[in-house]
């Protein structure tokens, strides 16, 4: 696609999606855990899942992030209780996934975009992960948790839960503002390395009856990917260890009402060029400020009046390597539903999402990072609308059926 050509909207919508599984999604999952546990919620059947869970179960959920469908072919102790595949939200990203998951919400109801979201009302850009922000002029200003909390106002999914909620977790992202504010009342558990993730999760279970939810998260796998690629024989040993520590974790839990679920915020696909922006001035001189959501979907805010000239300087640096897409084309109605889901739409929604999103060529990345901060370099990488970076599967261990 030239990124000069205007393409109807459902045309345009439409060559960008074609990718979608005809499968449940991440939040039907959500979706079906806070149905059990809440009982003014409801949702509709997933098959393979729902019959598992209930009022009375305690319920948890390991996050391994980054965990593609295809490492399936690694972990064969994990398989045994393969499920089906789901399809992650978009962008398909952590910072956008893990609070859809800590939320229950789709990213058009709680409003973060990527790494990276302009909040309009405060001309800042936060990246909520790393809860910092920066000003007009690139200053990096590091929030605590009550100021990041209200700059995102989270509909937390603890909040709404009929039961208790326990987070366990590597230890050094227990007292991060982001962890903080999106676990909310939730206890938290703490642990080194991979090795400790059994013991700990099942103790904790053991002693826990349901009703009950418990998160899990792990995040090397992902690390692993972008920095050496998900084909890597790094990411492979990992994937190995993986499926042990689950084995273990399964084996260790004695409570019989416990339903294990696990699953991702996303895939990733193999890197092989980096576009950045810094090297095209009269591009950037068009924005208003730099490209914020994610390398593999950015998002630009135009200046008033430049959309032409914008068009023409993004063709002539990058020709048909960055797809662009109106924000009236994949914000529209119907369009919304099948990018940023459904529900009721964040009132700074369409003023984050910008003007334009930009899509890199499969095998690219787009970086445009402020002077003090050369940005990333991945060999992996994932936050696209490819079926490896949206793609995730999801595994079931009824604990009572296994014993």
């Not at 992996?380 to 970076?389: F, I, K, V």
């Amino acid at each position: 696609m030239s990124v000069t050509a205007t393409p109807t909207a459902h045309s345009a919508v439409d060559a960008i999606l074609c990718a979608r599984l005809e499968s449940p999604g991440l939040m039907d999952l959500l979706g079906q855990i806070e149905a059990s546990l809440n009982p003014a919620a409801s949702h509709p059947p997933l098959p393979g899942a729902s019959e598992h869970l209930g009022a009375d179960r305690h319920i948890v959920l390991w996050l391994i992030d980054g965990f593609a469908t295809r490492y399936r072919r690694h972990t064969p102790l994990l398989g045994a209780d393969y499920v089906t595949d789901l399809e992650t939200v978009f962008p398909s990203t952590t910072a956008t996934a893990i609070t859809s998951i800590l939320t229950g919400r789709h990213p058009a109801q709680h409003g973060l975009l990527g790494w990276h979201t302009r909040l309009s009302a405060a001309e800042r850009t936060l990246t909520v992960l790393m809860g910092q922000e920066r000003d007009s002029e690139d200053r990096i200003n590091t929030l605590g948790y009550r100021e990041l909390t209200g700059r995102v106002q989270p509909d937390r999914l603890s909040d709404r839960l009929g039961c208790g909620m326990t987070c366990i977790g590597p230890e050094w992202i227990g007292d991060t503002p982001y962890n903080r504010m999106m676990n909310g009342g939730a206890d938290f558990i703490g642990f080194e390395d991979l090795s400790e993730l059994p013991a700990r999760v099942a103790a904790h279970v053991n002693a826990t009856p349901g009703p009950h939810f418990t998160y899990v998260y792990w995040s090397e796998l992902d690390h692993l990917g972008h920095e050496y690629g998900p084909e890597s024989p790094e990411v492979e040993r990992h994937l190995k260890q993986l499926d042990l520590a689950y084995t273990a974790t399964c084996a260790q839990i004695q409570r019989p009402e416990s339903v294990f679920l696990t699953t991702a915020d996303h895939g990733m696909r193999t890197m092989e060029r980096r576009l950045d922006l810094r090297e095209h001035p009269a591009v950037q001189a068009c924005l208003r400020h730099r490209l914020t959501g994610e390398p593999r979907a950015a998002l630009a805010h135009v200046r008033e009046g430049r959309d032409a000239d914008f068009l023409a300087a993004l063709h002539a640096a990058f020709g048909d390597d960055v797809a662009v897409v109106p924000a009236a084309d994949w914000l529209e109605p119907g369009a919304q539903d099948r990018t940023l889901g459904h529900g009721p739409e964040h009132p700074e929604l369409r003023a984050r999402a910008g003007d334009y999103l930009l899509l890199p060529a499969e095998d690219a990345y787009l970086v445009d990072p402020p002077a003090d901060d050369e940005g990333p370099f991945f060999v992996g990488a994932h936050g696209g609308l490819s079926p490896e970076e949206r793609h995730i599967p999801l595994f079931l261990r009824n604990i009572g059926q296994t014993r």
